[in-house]
């Protein structure tokens, strides 16, 4: 059985600016990128969130346990 890996997206203050970064969670380990930088925190988080819920769409679909 394949597990889904786990979507997960960080803002934090980088050099004046907001980096957002997406995190992907796997039995392989953690990969970490860094996907776009903004001047204000309020549209860096805005901006995780559509990343987030965008890269959680595009998982594939849980197989359905037979009982």
């Known amino acids: 059985m394949a597990t889904t890996p786990e979507v997960h997206t960080e803002v934090i ?8 970064y997406l995190m992907v969670l796997s039995p392989e380990g953690v990969d ?18 559509v990343i987030r819920r965008t890269a959680a769409r595009r998982r594939p679909p849980r197989e ?3 009982d």
């Open 13 to 20: 203050r980088e050099d004046g600016l907001w980096a957002v």
């Open 32 to 49: 970490r990128t860094l996907v776009e930088r903004h001047f204000t925190e309020a549209k860096a988080t805005l901006a995780a969130d």
């Open 64 to 66: 359905a346990d037979d």
